[in-house]
Each structure stands twice: as C-alpha cells, then as structure tokens.
C-alpha cells in the first residue's frame, strides 16, 4: 500500500467527519466548525497532490492564497451567525423557515 | 489575465476602497462615485465592442477570446441598473450605505475577474470573493429573511468549494498544471482522458451546486427571496450566473463536449439542465411570492443554458452565451420591477396584489416586455437565443430534448401569464388602491433593459456575427 | 503505518472527531486550533515551511481567536437550549463504518490514482512562483482582504445616534 493511497485514504476520512458535522448538527457554529474540517482535508488533498506530482512549490504558493481566503471566508460566517443571533437570539439554523414554497 | 480587460478589475477596486473617505461626511458622495465609475467603465466598454472600425471588420479584432468581454459588458450593465436604482431606492438613513455600494463595486470588480481568468485556481479564487460579498448584501437591509438566505447561500456554496479544490488537486495531480490552456491541450490530444475529467467532474459538480441547477437548488429560492430587493436582482440577473454557470460553459468548451471526450459528464449536464427546467417551471406555477416565483423561474432559464452547454456543440455554446446574456437582462427587468412593486405596495405576496396596471403601467410594461422575451416570444432576444439552443438540440438528433425544451418554454409563458395577471391586471385590490408609480429614476434601469431587449430582436444578425467570433475563437 | 506523515494523518483525524463530538463549543473551538495545529505540521513535513508558517499562525491563530470571540458572544444562549447529543454520539460508529468500507475500496482507487500522476518540473522558490505565476491570485487576495473588510463594515455598521 503506497503512502499516497493511505493519505487520501485518510483525507476522504476527514472529508467524511466534516461533512457528517455539517449534516446533523443544528448549531451554527457547530456547521462552522464542520465547514473548517471539510475546508482543512481540502488543503491536505492539495499539497498531497503537489508533493507526489513533483509541483511542490506551486501547491504552496495556492495553499497561501486559500489560507487567506479561508481566514475571510470564517470572519464572514462568524459575523453571519453573530447578525443572526443579534436578530434572532438563537444560533440554531432549524429555527430558520420564515422563507418557504 | 487578459491585460486589455485589467483595467475593468482594478478601476472598481480603487473606487471601492475610496467610497468610504468620500462619503464619510456627505453619504451622497457613495452613489455618485459607484455610478460614475461603473457607467465610465461601460462607456469604455461600448467604444471597444462597438466602435464603428469594430462593426465594419466584423469583430475580428476584438481583444481576447470576446467572451470575456461580452460578459464583461452584461456585468457592467448589470451593475450599473442595479446602483442606479439603488441610489433613489435605498433608506436615506441606512448606515451602512457606503459600505453597501463598496461591496457591489468589489462584487463588480471579482466578477470581471472570472471572466478574464486563464487558471482553474484564478477562477476559483474570484468566486469565492464574489461569494463573500455576496452574504454581506443580501444582509443588507438587516431583515430576518435576509439573514436566513445569506445563511442558506453560505453552508451550500462553501462545501461546494471544498468539492472544488479536491478537482482541482486531483486535476493537478494528472495534468501537473492548472491553467485552461493545458486542459484544452490536453482534452484535444489522444492521451485517455479517464483521470482528468474524473478531476474535472467533482470541479464541476462544484459549479453546479453554486449554479443552483436542481438537485442542488435549495439555497436559490430562499436566497433571492430574502435578499434586500436591488440584490436580489444582482444576484439573479448575474452573480450566480458568473459564480457558476459561466464556470459550467467554460469547461464544455475546455473538455470539448463536442466530439465526445467526456461523453458521461456531458450527458450528465444536459440531463441536470433538463431537470431543472422542468422542477424550476413546474414549481414557478404554484409559488404565492412575487420575488419566489422569479427566483424559481430564474432555475428554470439556468437549466436551458446548462443543457445547451452540456450539449456543447459551437451552435449550443452561441445560443448558451446568448441566453446567458438574455437572462441578464429580462431577470434584471423583473427583479428591480418586484422592488419597485415591493416598495410601492408594502408587499410581494401576489394574493394581495392586483391590477397594478392602472397605478402602475411604466412598471406593468416593462414587466410584459421582460416575461416575453423569457417566455421566447417573437422578435424580442430571448426567442433568439430559446431558438438556437433548440435547433442545437435537434441537429445533434437529440429529439426528445428539443420537443421537451419547447414545451417548458411554452410553461415557462404560462407561470408568466398568470403572474402577470394576478399582479398586474385583473381588480385592484386594497394593497394596489394605495400604490402609485414609482419615481422615474426608479423606471429608468427597466426601460433602458426593455430597449436592450428588443433592440438585441431586431439587430439579431449583427450580434449572431459577434457571438459567432466568440464560439471559433473559444472552441479550437 | 511507521511513517510520521501518517501519524499526524490519524491525529487530525482525531482531533476532528473530538472537535466535532466536545460537548461545549469552547472546547470545540481548541480542538479545532489542534487540528491546525496538526496539519501545519504536515505540511512542514512535506517541505512546504510557507504555507506551515501560515497555517500556523493564521489559521491555528486568527481563525481560533475569531472563534472564541464568537463562541463566548453567544455561549449564554446556546447553553440554555442544549442540541440532542445522540447524533453525536453517533459520530464515532458512523466514521468506523466509512473507514472500514472504505478500506476496501479506497485505497486501491487513489492508489491507482497515484499512477495517472503527469509529474511536473518541480523547482524554484516560493516567491517567484507566487510573483511569476500566480500574479492573479495576489490581486484575489487584495480583494478579498478587501471585501473582507467591507463585509465586516456592512454587517457592523457604525450606528449614528438619532
């Protein structure tokens, strides 16, 4: 068994905790956190595949692009749930179902 | 980057990051500015499509692939109806007013910078800024329903992204380069391409989701919605349309569907399309919501520029470049059109309105105008393009899909007929006795779109010999 | 299973389970800081000491801080209305039942994978690459700090007193 099968194998594992928090939980944050798991096993898959095709350096130089977008993208989703609280005062996205048809 | 097209990145970005000292002690300042440069970058845009050296040489020395700058331009066009209308729309006291047309500027700005990438990663990271602005307008107003959708549009289109970046990684991985030209190569070689479209699937299966074709739609409805009213028309009439679909167009033409490489993803595509055309018109006939029934209509014009991509034929991607344009411009009539209504009525559920066309005809008009052109009716530019998607469909033998096509086309003037009806014509109700005419500032972005409308009818052969430019120059 | 790689492989994986499964959303939030933690590890172990550094400090820094800042604005609410834990729980059993099926069939399918690879040229630095290639993506990541901080403005507005 390669090294490279056992890292994705594991990565798809990650991709999997990430996505089942994202499905069952009902908390807001809760998704965050998942959404960040999803977000860290797609970083992993990116410099996986830079090392083993030999395009190390090019990974990197995306991986610090994705890292600030990242860092954006939860400040933006943090100030979401925090608007949401403010309005709602909850952080439960269940309780979300004014919009329907 | 195409450098001609830079420039249509960087000037919103520069006026973005000014409006917020500008209109520190005069909040006008922030209208003035973001109208100024868009309608500026419009003008530029005009001389270098239009100019008459242009027309007499039959486009042959447009600069790029022309794609870009078609769509380039419905950006800007978009963008430009949208502030204009918001800056008579919006609350005078609003406190984040400066902030408001920043983020369209940036939103203006990351889509141009879609469309003029070279790179699966550019392209990614542009829409991924697109997204974030996208959350921050549609919380414009500070609404609950607002809050909800941004919430909706956020935990779908960022797994979607992490679907993305996994393509992309495997795309890596087999071609050992990420750009569009090293996939076209690669696609139009005789290497077996199993590997590279495996990657190139989950990339689109990505853009599919943020497109909100079907099976993945949930967030659409609810995110137009809630969306504070000038947004919703900026994200129906070309937000998603660059955060996605363009994406989907871009890798038909990428992955060469036309001589059959990737024969299961194509098949995929132009069967997702169907379905949404289908669930998209079926489910616009039965909404209460004004703005839902749009936004469910809005699914229903994606899916027939998802089948035409899908279909990927140079006459399907003409047709799907067209439609996607049209649906700028008809989705941007009706959206803004909802608001006006919105703002003159208090309310969008369509049981409560009714004969607006007495109070209303400007709004009543240009709302016909719109739903016709969508519906596909003769001379008015969706025809045209409905036309082309359709003949695609049937010279490839796929007949089924034409007849198909056409006969959601003729539900598609149905939900239409009866939205019209139950909102413009027919008794006036009590929400419309009180309802007069929104200002002429307000009307000026939908007439101007209703004259683009029919204009783009009449003057079909000139813009078929532009799109025709753009379709050899994208498919080599 | 005697690479170090592979070790800092499971442990993300564990930690991303207990980040998931911790009972209170601070811990969750530490949890997730480990995570980060571990895959800048990785990539220092890979040879990728930039992106490290930013993970490191961005990710396992910022992002944490952001987090708690968040967690603690409305950790009073979310205490008084407790999610069901049972789905949770669940998380454990639900990531052995993937990771045995897919024991069988995943590996063998990425191995494959690792054949189709199409090994590129390697080389130069981090800095050229980033200023020669990728020139686009600097101007992304000046919008995006930009949109960045208009989300932030638009969403917090500075409230005049009237």
């Known amino acids: 068994m390669s090294s490279f099968a056992m890292e994705w194998y594991l990565i798809a594992l990650l991709m999997f905790i990430g996505f089942y928090c994202m499905l069952v939980s009902r908390s807001i944050v809760r998704q965050l956190v998942g959404l960040e798991i999803v977000s860290k096993a797609a970083m992993l898959a990116l410099i996986s595949a830079g090392y083993w095709s030999n395009n190390l350096v090019f990974a990197q130089a995306l991986l610090i692009t994705m890292i600030v977008i990242e860092v954006v993208v939860v400040a933006a989703g943090l100030a979401l749930l925090v608007k949401n609280f403010r309005l709602h005062g909850s952080a439960d996205i269940w309780k979300l179902d004014s919009l329907k048809g | 980057m195409d450098k001609a097209l830079l420039a249509f990145l960087i000037i919103p970005l520069f006026a973005a990051v000014l409006i917020p000292f500008a209109a520190r002690y005069r909040p006008r300042m922030a209208d003035i500015l973001a109208n100024v440069t868009l309608l500026a970058g419009l003008a530029n845009l005009a001389w270098l499509a239009l100019s008459p050296s242009m027309i007499a040489s039959e486009f042959a020395n447009l600069p ?212 949404s055309i289908a669930v998209g018109a079926i489910a616009a006939l039965r909404q209460k919501d004004f703005k839902r029934m749009l936004a469910f209509s809005s699914i229903s014009q994606v899916g027939y520029i998802v089948l035409a991509a899908g279909l990927g034929t140079p006459l399907a991607l003409i047709g799907a470049v067209f439609h996607l344009f049209n649906h700028a411009t008809f989705k941007t009539v009706l959206f803004l059109n909802s608001a006006s209504v919105e703002r003159s009525a208090g309310t969008t559920d369509m049981d409560k309105l009714g004969g607006l066309e007495h109070s209303m005809p400007w709004t009543s008009w240009t709302s016909v105008v719109a739903l016709l052109s969508t519906a596909g009716v003769p001379p008015l530019s969706g025809f045209w393009s409905k036309l082309l998607i359709i003949l695609a469909l049937w010279e490839s033998g796929l007949r089924t899909y034409a007849v198909l096509a056409l006969l959601f086309s003729i539900v598609t003037l149905a939900y239409f007929m009866v939205m019209q009806r139950k909102v413009f014509f027919g008794k006036k109700t009590a929400a419309a006795e009180s309802s007069p005419e929104v200002s002429a500032p307000l009307l000026a972005p939908a007439i101007v779109m209703c004259g683009l409308i029919v204009a783009l009818g009449l003057l079909f052969p000139y813009f078929y010999t532009y799109l025709k430019v753009v379709a050899e120059r994208i498919i080599i | 299973m005697n690479d170090p790689r592979l070790v800092l492989f499971a442990l993300t994986a564990l930690f991303s389970i207990w980040a998931v499964m911790a009972r209170s959303l601070l811990t969750s939030a530490i949890m997730l800081a480990l995570v980060s933690v571990t895959v800048s590890l990785i990539f220092f172990d890979y040879g990728a000491p930039w992106a490290g550094v930013f993970e490191l400090s961005v990710c396992a820094g910022l992002i944490t801080v952001l987090f708690i800042g968040a967690v603690s604005l409305i950790r009073s609410e979310e205490e008084k209305h407790p999610e069901s834990r049972a789905r949770f729980y669940a998380l454990p059993l639900a990531a052995a039942i993937f990771a045995i099926a897919g024991w069988f069939y995943l590996p063998p399918f990425f191995a494959e994978m690792a054949g189709w690879a199409r090994p590129g040229t390697g080389g130069g630095t981090i800095g050229l690459a980033l200023w020669d290639m990728r020139r686009q993506d600097l101007l992304g990541q000046v919008l995006m700090l930009a949109a960045g901080v208009f989300v932030i403005k638009s969403v917090f507005p500075r409230r005049t007193e009237k």
Not at chain 2, 108 to 115: R, S
Not at chain 2, 252 to 269: I, K, P, Y
């Open chain 2, 64 to 275: 790029g692939d022309g794609l870009s700058l078609l769509l380039v331009g419905a950006i800007y066009l978009v963008g430009l109806c949208v502030t204009f209308f918001s800056a008579w729309f919006l609350d005078e006291n609003l406190p984040n007013r400066p902030a408001y047309y920043s983020l369209l500027l940036v939103s203006v700005a990351a889509m141009t910078g879609v469309v003029t990438s070279t790179d699966f990663f550019t392209l990614y990271v542009f829409v991924e800024v697109l997204a974030v602005t996208s959350f921050a307008l549609i919380t414009t107003d500070e609404s609950f329903a607002g809050v909800e959708g941004a919430l909706k549009y956020f935990f779908l289109t960022f797994p979607a992204s992490a679907l993305i970046i996994v393509g992309l990684a495997i795309l890596m991985l087999t071609l050992g380069s990420l750009s569009y030209e090293n996939l076209r190569i690669f696609m139009s070689s005789d290497i077996p391409a199993g590997p590279v479209t495996f990657g190139a699937a989950l990339i689109m299966l990505g853009f599919i989701i943020k497109s909100g074709v079907v099976p993945f739609h949930a967030w659409t409805p609810d995110a137009y919605q809630g969306a504070y009213a000038p947004v919703s028309a900026h994200l129906a009439g070309i937000v998603t349309k660059i955060s996605g679909v363009y994406a989907l167009i871009k890798m038909a033409t990428l992955l060469r569907f036309f001589d059959g490489r990737a024969q299961a993803l194509s098949e995929m595509l132009m069967f997702l399309g169907l379905l």
